[in-house]
């Protein structure tokens, strides 16, 4: 990982984990093995901490790695609702370490219904959400079948991600995989269009599973050659690649 965010450019990284009992489905490491990680390269990695539901363990391991300098909470990616009290509990935590959270949307599968996420927003306004993810992403297209997950027509403007990211100032996206890949990729005159109008809302990521941080199967690295071909302007694509991420997750860089 390291070579492979190296070869990207990648200044600093923030490792999500998986949190102590689950793995995201990926395989992912706990929160120990990022916290040491950390440790091991302070000048390269920051850390999220994470924890699935659990009613006697969730905060207890979450706030044990906030207090280790953890700089927010995700990637929430579990079989709940989008409104569930696992994700009031979260957002609860979140507000009172004056954190991020970054939540991975998948239609029937993880934080399910993402058209109820509002009621998150609204309820914890302080608080700053990333989206991320298939659904997510998927819906940029106000015309989307929530059962496709990466989907390849032409965008209709104004969907659900849209309207979340105009409406409410602590809703953010989060750039990264295949599937945010795909939210540009599939209709490049909406994607600059959207680029511009979210330019402040929107943050890179580059969530690799290839070892090499170049070509057809990194999408981090194609991920940056398409915002940067895409960006109405390099004040645009300095917010994306840096300012953004600064600012939300409030990097001391």
């Not at 990211?165 to 890949?181: E, I, K, T, V």
């Not at 090499?212 to 645009?236: F, N, W």
Request: glycine share 10%; proline share 6%; with cysteine.
């Amino acid at each position: 990982m390291i070579a492979h965010q190296e070869k990207m450019g990648i200044f600093k990284t923030v490792l999500l984990p998986a949190g102590a009992r689950y793995g995201l489905a990926a395989g992912a490491g706990r929160n120990d093995i990022c916290y040491n990680l950390v440790k091991k390269y302070p000048q390269k990695f920051v850390f999220f901490a994470n924890e699935g539901p659990s009613p006697d363990h969730t905060r207890a391991e979450i706030e044990k790695y906030l207090k280790l300098g953890a700089i927010g909470i995700g990637e929430q990616k579990f079989p709940v609702d989008a409104d569930s009290p696992h994700v009031h509990l979260i957002a609860q935590i979140a507000r009172e370490y004056k954190v991020p959270v970054l939540l991975h949307f998948e239609h029937n599968t993880y934080n399910i219904g993402f058209q109820r996420f509002y009621r998150i927003l609204e309820k914890y306004p302080t608080v700053d959400f990333i989206g991320h993810a298939q659904t997510w992403w998927g819906n940029i297209d106000k015309e989307l079948q929530q059962e496709v997950l990466y989907p390849k027509t032409r965008v209709s403007p104004g969907g659900i991600t849209d309207q979340y990211l105009r409406d409410y100032p602590n809703m953010y996206g989060d750039m990264s995989a295949g599937s945010g890949l795909n939210a540009l990729l599939r209709d490049e005159d909406h994607a600059r269009g959207f680029l511009e109008r979210h330019q402040n809302k929107l943050i890179y990521g580059s969530d690799c599973s290839d070892p090499y941080g170049e070509g057809e199967r990194c999408s981090g690295s194609k991920q940056i050659e398409t915002i940067k071909r895409l960006s109405p302007h390099p004040s645009v694509t300095r917010k994306i690649f840096w300012d953004n991420g600064v600012r939300v997750l409030k990097l001391k860089v």
